[in-house]
């Protein structure tokens, strides 16, 4: 991820703002926001402290709310949407494209949704109520619905005469606006015709001679992450989305693609911690600590398992001080090379690499893979454990503890994501705690009870 | 991530193609991969194991082979230019965007890059030359120079009748070309005009009055991780790259941006497990038990540390054997803490959130943090600890180590990325086994020296 650039214009952009926050006069800081992008707003708004982020947030123009809102993160979002009034939330939100609108639907209060959806026409309002039916997790839910759409027997010259009446009524074409969408009378999807091709080609081309046929569609209840490797996978900037019968209802564009897969990315870091990546970065230490609590406590039951399986042997403990000193090593060499293969395959998932064919040759190479780098450290700590105790049996019983606990973590790492994806789990989010969980139970108990058989 | 998705188109391809190459006849693999997505077809080959991958490799055909190297990931790459003659090299890349060669160039034989340049006709040799001059992970890295410019001065149409001349010329317009830039004579990079103006815009309009002059060009040194940062901001499809004094060298769109941002996020689940982001998923288990067995020798080091720490209470272990029974729980949720610190400060950095200025205050809120979970988990552990073992004074120094570490854990939690950041070393990669070496050889030591003193 990226580091620390200190020479850089957003943050002498942030820290003018919070000079001007801070020493005063407010307008300076309220001169600052001008002209600048929502989500650079939003940024300051993130980076800044509740009670200031309060201040600088009355200093944002009403018109350009509604995009900073969209643009916030979840708890910052919400602290921002608490402090604002009924009124100005409705001025905030009601010019808002509808797929933002409907991502917003349900932290807005009731009264604020209910003026916004009065004030709509009946085609907007329709328009709305389609997109606010899908999960915002799908196609439908990430789609606009202001695609442009053309017949495919006119001629390009007819669809620019459109354009340029749709563009004198509403002052602009729809954004990322790369191809017009091409659908048959009842509005089932055709094709779609590149605007490159309407500004290189002859304008008494009809529509139908060279349009796209091959770019398939998205179904709308297509899961978002299948959306974002369609982007990847065919360089698109828009996609047509269509519901159950085939009919264009909508358009998905790479911008809000962007926004996904860096959530994605945000929430691979936060999740391995069991942390939402909602969570805001500056929250009040109280809050925080509380929802912080909840997975300590999970590890915590994992950690008393671990002393469970450790108490059972306190006898030999007694007996050979040894092993406490060296019982951490078995349980935290299994838990780093488990990791290894739970990050791999958790990758494998996520490309698609893995699948019910491929699987058991996958753990059958990672068994190797840990069979191996046990072997090879299993003697390397048998050596520093004989020149550290100077008692054979014990180095032995260490390294042979140290290649099961190495195996036993690697053939972890590998089926625990596979068995969370197919239960639909999060294996980002709950892989590492399972694992770690059975690598130190499993390594204190085949240390401890070899050692107990062959040492006490 | 994603979940396994069993129906999907996607993995029924890959499921025949694998059929065909297991049972036969080769030809149906082959029809198989025809008009398929190069990142499809390099997507089927990475799911393969070595051999398989290397027979479906030989039925790609020639042409397709240099976009499908292009889209497959660095150890994958590696293991079929290899297996790729000369001749057949040259084929694949010759007709490569320059961008995508810069990018093969270090990987391809230096006989096959040398006959590709000798090829290439003058201009095309001089703007590879500018390409290849910035490092990958730079605008300038990542930018096409297939830039359209034109001149502010002229009309709309003749913009129009430039475009229609050199899609005669070039077969096609550039990929994703959402706008024209716009070019003083002497190359200065002045605006961008975009596409959508031009089908909807009088065609005696001026350049000059409709261009976009807001969205600034990039500078041909600008990290990766900015460039992205910009693109995700502005919702930009392209932008204009210039050179130290302004003039337009090249040009950077959305889909490269979209795979910098997913290597970006494929990284933070590699790294933080001393994974490479090209290590192919079935890869020999020699080699890849190999790549691993560094990053377990280095845990390895911080896990004799803290057998070092708990050797030098060997002492009070032997007469209290319960303290070798609760001491990793001390030090596991010390770890647990600080990971949950370290997460949130990566991603405030990655996001640029967390700075000079407020550093100190992230600091003291986590230090808040941390205080009030190791109150209430410290009182919970004491509970059960006393339960357990019925030794009040053991329970108190249990629980008093317990706050003690998950102090230090979010202390060290957040200040070891802001220093990996400062240093300019990749938190991801080295600040989760920093940590557990802190948090571990603390929570051991805290919590056998206070025993020592209170209990022995």
């Known amino acids: 991820m990226a580091n620390i650039d200190t020479e850089d214009e957003r943050a002498a952009f942030l820290e003018r703002v919070r000079a001007a926050l801070s020493e005063g006069p407010l307008e300076r800081a309220a001169d600052e926001l001008r002209g600048r992008h929502a989500s650079e707003i939003a940024d300051a708004l993130e980076s800044l402290p509740p009670e200031e982020r309060t201040r600088l947030w009355q200093l944002v123009e009403p018109r350009a709310k509604g995009d900073v809102l969209v643009e916030a993160h979840g708890e910052v979002r919400r602290q921002l949407i608490e402090e604002s009034a009924t009124d100005e939330l409705i001025v905030a939100v009601q010019r808002l494209d509808l797929d933002a609108l409907a991502d917003l639907y349900d932290e807005l209060p009731a009264s604020v949704v209910e003026a916004v959806l009065r004030a709509m026409d009946a085609q907007r309002r329709a328009r709305f109520d389609v997109v606010h039916t899908y999960p915002p997790d799908t196609a439908g839910g990430l789609m606009d619905v202001d695609a442009l759409a053309v017949r495919a027997d006119v001629t390009l010259r007819m669809v620019l005469s459109y354009l340029a009446r749709y563009r004198a009524e509403h002052e602009r074409l729809p954004a990322q606006t790369d191809?017009?969408?091409?659908?048959?009378?009842?509005?089932?999807?055709?094709?779609?015709?590149?605007?490159?091709?309407?500004?290189?080609?002859?304008?008494?081309?009809?529509?139908?001679?060279?349009?796209?046929?091959?770019?398939?569609?998205?179904?709308?209840?297509?899961?978002?992450?299948?959306?974002?490797?369609?982007?990847?996978?065919?360089?698109?900037?828009?996609?047509?989305?269509v519901d159950a019968a085939g009919r264009l209802i909508g358009r998905i564009t790479v911008d809000d693609v962007v926004d996904v897969i860096r959530e994605q990315a945000e929430n691979s870091v936060m999740a391995g911690a069991g942390l939402d990546a909602r969570e805001d970065t500056f929250a009040p230490p109280l809050a925080a600590a509380w929802r912080r609590a909840v997975w300590l406590g999970i590890n915590l039951v994992s950690a008393f398992v671990a002393a469970w399986v450790i108490g059972l042997f306190e006898?030999?403990?007694?007996?050979?001080?040894?092993?406490a000193v060296l019982m951490p090593v078995v349980a935290s060499m299994g838990g780093v090379a488990g990791t290894q293969s739970l990050a791999l395959v958790i990758r494998g998932i996520a490309l698609e690499q893995v699948n019910d064919d491929n699987r058991l040759r996958l753990l059958r190479k990672e068994l190797a893979v840990g069979a191996i780098n046990g072997l090879v450290w299993a003697l390397a700590v048998a050596l520093i454990a004989t020149a550290w105790f100077q008692k054979p049996v014990l180095s032995l019983v260490f390294g042979a503890a140290l290649v099961l606990n190495l195996v036993w973590g690697v053939a972890a790492g590998t089926l625990i994501p596979l068995a969370l994806a197919r239960l639909r789990i999060d294996p980002v989010l709950a892989g590492g705690v399972v694992l770690v969980a059975l690598t130190d139970a499993f390594g204190f108990f085949a240390f401890l009870g070899m050692a107990t058989l062959l040492l006490v």
Chains 1, 2 share one sequence.
């Not at 509005?187 to 349009?211: C, F, K, N, P, Q």
């Not at 030999?316 to 001080?321: D, G, L, N, R, S």
């Open 179 to 241: 191809a017009v969408m091409v659908t048959d009378p009842d509005g089932s999807y055709r094709g779609r015709l590149a605007v490159t091709d309407l500004v290189s080609l002859d304008l008494e081309t009809r529509v139908h001679a060279v349009m796209d046929r091959r770019t398939e569609p998205i179904a709308a209840d297509t899961p978002a992450a299948r959306v974002t490797r369609r982007f990847e996978d065919e360089d698109l900037v828009s996609a047509a989305v």
């Open 315 to 323: 006898g030999a403990i007694e007996q050979v001080v040894a092993l």
